[in-house]
């Protein structure tokens, strides 16, 4: 089963920018639709952005509409986040996973992103 690892997180000031990463190995990107999901401390896991796997539908969040950019580069297995005008209120840990846009059962580990004011 493909597994997933997720890297770029780390700590930015308020309005600076981060590019998430999601490497896959033991399986090929491409047969999935892949999403970027958040959680911050208090509340619930939410859907950030997500892509099929033609990177031809990608649903985001209202609160991200704009400022991220979800895409995929399916020959080197791996899926991005480009995180710009970063805000406080994104601070989480994003976590990366692959399924269908309906149903996401691959998960990664997380990575931190910390928006200081």
């Known amino acids: 089963q493909v597994q997933l690892v997720e890297s770029g997180g780390g700590l930015v000031q308020a309005g600076g920018s981060l590019r998430l990463s999601c490497a896959a190995s033991?399986?090929?990107?491409?047969?999935?639709?892949m999403g970027w999901f958040r959680q911050a401390p208090g509340k619930e896991r939410e859907l950030v952005a997500a892509?099929?796997?033609?990177?031809?539908?990608?649903p985001y969040a209202d609160s991200v509409k704009g400022r991220f950019t979800i895409f995929r580069d399916n020959t080197k297995n791996t899926v991005y986040l480009q995180m710009n005008s970063l805000r406080p209120e994104d601070t989480a840990v994003y976590y990366c996973?692959?399924?269908?846009?309906?149903?996401?059962?691959?998960w990664g580990q997380g990575t931190q992103v910390t928006v200081s004011t």
């Open positions: 033991g399986g090929t990107l491409s047969n999935y639709a």
């Open positions: 996973a692959a399924g269908s846009l309906n149903n996401y059962y691959v």
């Open positions: 892509t099929n796997w033609m990177g031809t539908i990608t």
